[in-house]
C-alpha cells in the first residue's frame, strides 16, 4: 500500500488531499517537526535529503511535490484531476503543476526567512538584522510576491481553475502557494479571484478529510 512520510503542518498535506480526492488507500506514517520547525533525523531514513513530502510504493520511494503528484496521477488516477493530452488545458496543467514550487513558493520562503531572522538573531545583532532583512523585503521580496499574485488574480479571472474550467491535481499544487499568500503575502487585499479558490478549495469534501488525517495545518501563520 502506498504510504505517505507525513511532516505535520508541510506541504505533505497535498499529497493526502490528492490521495482522498482520488479515493486511493494510503497509509499514514507521522513525524514531527523539531522546535527549530525542520524535519526530524529519521525522515533520512526514507530518503537522503530528510525533506517532506515524500512517499513510498510497490519499492519507490518518490520525492519533491510535483513528480508525487505526477506519479499518484499516473499511477492512480486512470484519466481523472487532469486534463486530456495534447489540450489546451493540458500544457496549463503542466505549467502550474511546477510553476507551483519553481516559481511561486521561493518569494514566499524568502519572506517567511527575512520576517523570522530578526527575531532568532542574537540581541546585539538583531538592529542590524532586521534592517538588513527590511530591505530585502522591501527592494526584493515583496514586490515579487505581489507580481505573482496578480498574476494568479489575472488568470482566476479567465477560469474557474487554474488549468482551465474543471478542477485537476495543478489546483492542488497551487493551494500551498496560495494558502502561504494568505497567511504572509496579503493576498486577502485586492485579489478577490484567489481568495474565492482557496474558499473553493477548502470547501471540499476531500480537502477536509485529509485535514482531518493529516492534522493541525496552519501554512506559516
Known amino acids: 500500500m502506498l504510504t505517505v512520510h507525513h511532516l505535520n503542518n508541510s506541504r505533505s498535506q497535498r499529497v493526502l488531499w490528492l490521495l482522498e480526492e482520488l479515493g486511493v488507500p494510503y497509509e499514514i506514517v507521522r513525524y514531527q517537526r523539531q522546535p527549530d520547525m525542520r524535519a526530524p533525523a529519521e ?5 537522503p535529503l530528510g525533506k517532506s513530502p515524500v512517499i513510498t510504493d510497490a519499492g519507490n520511494v518518490i520525492a519533491e511535490s510535483g513528480a508525487i503528484a505526477e506519479y499518484i496521477i499516473d499511477t492512480y488516477g486512470q484519466g481523472r484531476l487532469i486534463p486530456p493530452p495534447r489540450t489546451p488545458e493540458r500544457l496549463r496543467y ?36 532586521r534592517k538588513v532583512s527590511n530591505q530585502a523585503l522591501t527592494a526584493i521580496v515583496n514586490p515579487q510576491i505581489k507580481q505573482h499574485m496578480a498574476f494568479w488574480e489575472s488568470e ?10 474543471e478542477f485537476t491535481a495543478a489546483d492542488v499544487q497551487m493551494s500551498f502557494p496560495l494558502e502561504a499568500a494568505a497567511a504572509r503575502g496579503g493576498l486577502e487585499q485586492g485579489h478577490p479571484k484567489a481568495m474565492a479558490f482557496l474558499d473553493r478549495i477548502h470547501a471540499r469534501p476531500a480537502y477536509q478529510r485529509a485535514l482531518e488525517k493529516g492534522g493541525p495545518y496552519t501554512v506559516g501563520r
Open 43 to 47: 525522515l533520512r531514513a526514507i530518503h
Open 94 to 129: 503542466t505549467y502550474w503543476l511546477h510553476y507551483a514550487e519553481g516559481s511561486a513558493m521561493p518569494p514566499l520562503l524568502l519572506k517567511l526567512l527575512f520576517t523570522l531572522m530578526p527575531k532568532r538573531a542574537p540581541a546585539l545583532l538583531r538592529p542590524l538584522v
Open 156 to 165: 482566476l479571472s479567465k477560469t474557474e481553475w487554474f488549468a482551465g474550467n
